[in-house]
């Protein structure tokens, strides 16, 4: 069976990073290869999650200058949506390309765009952010390193603040990435934090496709 469209990109660069061992690597060269006009990134849509809109609509989210970490920004769609919303954002990524496009894409944004590993975040930012938004990253990260994702999730939430998780949970597509996450993949974001909602959601678009939208929320 062939691959349709932009996914034949990432599901070639990805086996191909897999088989050299480097789990990570591809998502660089998928960003540069774009860039080049070679390849073509799927999630490079010029609005935010869906998810994430109707999370933010439907709670009446208002950042007021509060602390935003988004993981995996990509070219800075969500982080570009919440900074809209009155959060200080933080927005990182592993890919340099990604962070650089992204700051040429916004030059007048509030948004600090910072290239980073989450597996390694800068010690200064645990515990530091109001709104942590984890929004299809781990998906496109294989074990070993997805149980490692996610732990390292949770310790960058504030006191008081609020992760949310949104993630694929069934897909069509024969082969990764996106490999779906388990409902025990989405509780163990939450570890040491209280769940408020984990939704299993349907996409409007494509009945074959589920999606996890978790909200949790850390002490005070
Ligand atoms: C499927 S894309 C989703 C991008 C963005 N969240 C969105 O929805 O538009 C996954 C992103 O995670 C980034 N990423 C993968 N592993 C990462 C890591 N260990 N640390 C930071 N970013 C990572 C990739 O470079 C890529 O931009």
Known sequence: MTTPGPRRDVVRLAAESLAAGDATGWFERLYAQAGAGAAEVPWDVPQPSRYLAEWARRGAVAGGGRRALVVGCGLGRDAEFLAGLGFAVTAFDISG?????????????????VVADLLEPPASWRHGFDLVVESNNVQALPEPLRGRAIAAVAPLVAPGGTLLVIAAAATPEPEGPPWPLSRREIDAFGAGLTPVSVEHLGDPDDPRVARWRAEFRAAP
């Open 97 to 113: 390309t990604a962070v650089r496009t992204a700051r040429q894409r916004h030059p007048d944004s509030p948004v600090g765009y």
